[in-house]
Each structure stands twice: as structure tokens, then as C-alpha cells.
């Protein structure tokens, strides 16, 4: 699709916004959440899985406000880092810390994706005086920061202290 004017870039990274929330939910997340072994981990991660399905439901509300079908384009972007993901994963021993710490590295790339992501439409939605868009897309980056926060917290409060006695013990 050509991109002609702000309206067109807006439409566009909604369609790339909502293809990456689609497929965090349908795969990326649970296969995190199988692949973690922290009780706190997991239980992160299965609430921002809520969460996401929440943000799709959000990007379907904001695409008829300017008069487009809610469809996804193809987000690369998201497809390598869930790759990175998956090879940081594989790298790692079933079970340990240091796979919980490798999904949040993974986890945080993403979550900074998104922030970036949302940032930017935040800021088209407001310059194109789309307010109510603008509140469900703020919503949006807001709890992708805290997914974000909660990530970085519990790896350096728990994970990554552990995974760091394992490589003394070594």
C-alpha cells in the first residue's frame, strides 16, 4: 500500500500493531509462558497475555475511526525478534533461570517494540485530532511500559540473580 499522508501511515501502523499483537497472543506469549519456569514469570506473562488480547480488541475499535477494516500487514519486525527469541530459548537449559532471564530479554525487545510502536501512533492519532483513538491507544503504551517495568523488575529482583549462582557454582 502506497502511503500518501499521515492518515495512510496511521492506517499502517495499525495494521502492523495489530498483526503483532495477534501473534503474540495466538503464539508468542504462550509459548513463553511453557517455556518459563519462574512462578512469577509465568504468572506475568499469562496477564499480559490477557492484556494483549485486550490491546487487539482496542486496535479493532480504532480502525473505523477512519474508516478502515481491521486487518493485519505482515510485521517482520516481530517475527525476527521472536526468532531471537526462540534461539535465545533453545540455548538454554529447560528448566533453568537462565532461560526465565533469556525470556525476558526477549520479552523486553518486544515490549520496547511496542512502546515505539504505539508512541508513534499515539502522536499520528493526536495530530489527526483522532481523541477517542488517541485514549485507547495511550491505554495501550501505558501498559506496554508496565509489562516493560514488570519484566526488568523481576528479572533483576529474582531471575538474574539466580542465574548468576548458577555460573559461580560452575
Do not use: W
Not at 47 to 70: W, Y
Not at 82 to 110: F, K, Q, Y
Amino acid at each position: 500500500m502506497k502511503v500518501k499522508d499521515l492518515q495512510g501511515l496511521f492506517e499502517n501502523g495499525l495494521r502492523y500493531a495489530y498483526d503483532c499483537e495477534q501473534k503474540l497472543a495466538e503464539k508468542g506469549i504462550p509459548s513463553m509462558i511453557d517455556a518459563s519456569s519462574s512462578t512469577e514469570l509465568r504468572t506475568a506473562l499469562e496477564q499480559h497475555l490477557e492484556q494483549t488480547r485486550t490491546h487487539i480488541t482496542r486496535l479493532e475499535k480504532v480502525f473505523p475511526m477512519i474508516g478502515a477494516e481491521a486487518k493485519t500487514e505482515d510485521n517482520d519486525i516481530i517475527d525476527e525478534m521472536t526468532d531471537a527469541t526462540e534461539n535465545m530459548v533453545d540455548a538454554t537449559e529447560n528448566g533453568s533461570p537462565l532461560r526465565d532471564a533469556a525470556l525476558i530479554v526477549g520479552g523486553n525487545l518486544v515490549e520496547h517494540y511496542e512502546m515505539a510502536a504505539y508512541g508513534s501512533l499515539v502522536s499520528f492519532a493526536r495530530q489527526l485530532g483522532l481523541n477517542e483513538a488517541v485514549g485507547l491507544l495511550q491505554q495501550t503504551l501505558e501498559e506496554e511500559k508496565a509489562a516493560d517495568a514488570k519484566l526488568t523488575q523481576i528479572g533483576e529482583r529474582s531471575v538474574n540473580p539466580q542465574a548468576t549462582q548458577l555460573q559461580r557454582a560452575a
